[in-house]
C-alpha cells in the first residue's frame, strides 16, 4: 500500500529549515511557517527560547499600588505570582506551592499573606515559606529556609518586566533606546485608566502582529478607524530588543470618527508630528502599544497553549487628565474605540488561526505595510533557530 504523504506533525528541524527563509530586509523575507502557530513541539521549544529568555513585559507598575497588591500570571505551563511586599518592592515567584504544586494565587488582589488554597501553606511576600500546620512529625522537615523560587523583575518607563532567566541582560540592555525613542509621550506619567482580558483562539504571535500592521485595516476595520490612518513612516532603525513605527493620523486614532469632539488634553511633552497620530510599539517577545496623541493602549500578551491566548488590554492616560471632572465619562468614548476595534479583529484571527493549522498552508510574504511584523519574525527566527 501506497503510504500517505500528508505528514500532519511537522518537526522542529523541518521549521528550523524554513526558517532560513526569514530574514532581513523585510521586502526579501518569507513570513514565519505555519506550524510555528500550533505545533505542539515547536511551541515547546519556543517557551523555552523565547519566553524563558529575556524580559517580559508583564503590565504597568500602578497595578501593584500597596503591599500585598498581586498578579497571578500564565506563561504557558509557568505559574508567576507577581507581589508587592512591604517595602513597596515587586516581587515575582514560581506560583506553584512547594507542598503539592497547587497554584497558590489566581487572578489579581491584595492578599495578607499567600496562602495555598490547598492544604493552607503560607508564604510571605517574598515567598518564604512561613507557616504549614501539621507538618511537625515529618522527618526532616522545617519552613525555615523554603521559599518558592524568586525571578528577576525590573521597571523602565512605568512599565513592568520579568525575566525568568537565571543571568539575564540588564532591562536597560533589552530596551536599548526605547525610552529615547518615546521621551515625548512622558511615559513615566500615564497612569491606568482601564484594564481588561481577553482569551483569544489564536496563536500569542498572531495576535501580536494583526496590532502592528496597517494592511488589514481597510479590510477588517472599513466602517470603524481605517479612514484616519494614511501610510505610515517605514519603521525606526532601533538599538534594542522592539520594533516600532510611527504614522501620522487625520484624525485622532483614540476615537471613532463620530466621537472625534470628545478628545481629551494632548500630551503637554509631544513635538509638532506626534501631535495628530500614533508610534505602535511592539516590545518583544510579548508587550505592545500605540502611543497617541492623549492616551496609550496597550496589550500584555501570553501564550495559555500554542492556539490559545490571554491579551491584557490597558488603556492609560497622562496622570493630570484622569483628574479632569469629565475623565470618566469621556474616558468611557475612549475605550468604546478599543472594543470595537479588537472585536473586529478578533474573528479575523480565529479565522488565521484556522487556516493556519491546514497542513496545506504556506509561508507567505510580506506586503510593505508589514515591516514591523517583518521585525519581529526576523527576530524570532533568530532566537528560535
Ligand atoms: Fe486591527
Redesign the pocket.
Known amino acids: 500500500m501506497k503510504s500517505c504523504n500528508l505528514e500532519l506533525t511537522v518537526s522542529a528541524e523541518s521549521i528550523k529549515q524554513a526558517l532560513r527563509a526569514v530574514r532581513h530586509p523585510v521586502a526579501s523575507s518569507s513570513s514565519l511557517p505555519p506550524p510555528c502557530y500550533h505545533e505542539e513541539d515547536w511551541f515547546r521549544h519556543e517557551m523555552e527560547r523565547v519566553f524563558r529568555h529575556g524580559w517580559l513585559g508583564i503590565g504597568h507598575r500602578d497595578q501593584w499600588k500597596m503591599p500585598g497588591d498581586y498578579s497571578a500570571i500564565n506563561v504557558g505551563n509557568i505559574a508567576i505570582a507577581v507581589v508587592m511586599d512591604e517595602h513597596g518592592t515587586l516581587q515575582a515567584m514560581s506560583n506553584s506551592c512547594l507542598h503539592r504544586s497547587s497554584r497558590i494565587l489566581s487572578g489579581k488582589g491584595r492578599c495578607r499573606a499567600m496562602v495555598c488554597p490547598f492544604h493552607g501553606w503560607s508564604y510571605d511576600y517574598s515567598g518564604q515559606l512561613v507557616s504549614a500546620s501539621r507538618m511537625e512529625n515529618t522527618q526532616g522537615f522545617s519552613e525555615k529556609g523554603m521559599a518558592l523560587k524568586k525571578f528577576h523583575v525590573a521597571t523602565q518607563d512605568g512599565f513592568v518586566f520579568l525575566s525568568l532567566e537565571e543571568n539575564p541582560d540588564t532591562l536597560d540592555q533589552w530596551l536599548g533606546d526605547f525610552s529615547d525613542r518615546h521621551a515625548c509621550w512622558s511615559l513615566d506619567d500615564l497612569v491606568t485608566g482601564r484594564q481588561r482580558v481577553l482569551d483569544v483562539d489564536c496563536n500569542w504571535k498572531l495576535f501580536l502582529e494583526?496590532?502592528n500592521e496597517y494592511y488589514?485595516?481597510p479590510y477588517?476595520?472599513p466602517d470603524s478607524i481605517s479612514r484616519y490612518y494614511p501610510e505610515p513612516d517605514p519603521t525606526d532603525d532601533v538599538i534594542g530588543e522592539y520594533t516600532t513605527q510611527f504614522g501620522s493620523t487625520t484624525a485622532n486614532p483614540a476615537l471613532l470618527e463620530e466621537n472625534q469632539g470628545c478628545s481629551l488634553p494632548r500630551i503637554k511633552s509631544l513635538g509638532e508630528r506626534e501631535k495628530t497620530g500614533a508610534r505602535y510599539t511592539w516590545v518583544y517577545p510579548n508587550m505592545t502599544f500605540a502611543a497617541g496623541s492623549d492616551c496609550l493602549w496597550m496589550y500584555h500578551v501570553y501564550p495559555l497553549t500554542a492556539t490559545r491566548t490571554r491579551a491584557v488590554q490597558t488603556v492609560c492616560f497622562p496622570s493630570q487628565t484622569t483628574r479632569l471632572p469629565e475623565f470618566e465619562a469621556t474616558s468611557e468614548i475612549y475605550y468604546s474605540r478599543f472594543d470595537i476595534?479588537?472585536h473586529?479583529?478578533i474573528p479575523?484571527l480565529e479565522k488565521q488561526q484556522a487556516g493556519m493549522e491546514s497542513p496545506f498552508a504556506v509561508q507567505g510574504r510580506f506586503s510593505a505595510l508589514e515591516p514591523s511584523v517583518g521585525n519581529f519574525a526576523c527576530w524570532y527566527a533568530s532566537v528560535t533557530r
Open positions: 494583526v496590532f488589514h485595516l477588517v476595520h476595534a479588537i473586529e479583529d479575523a
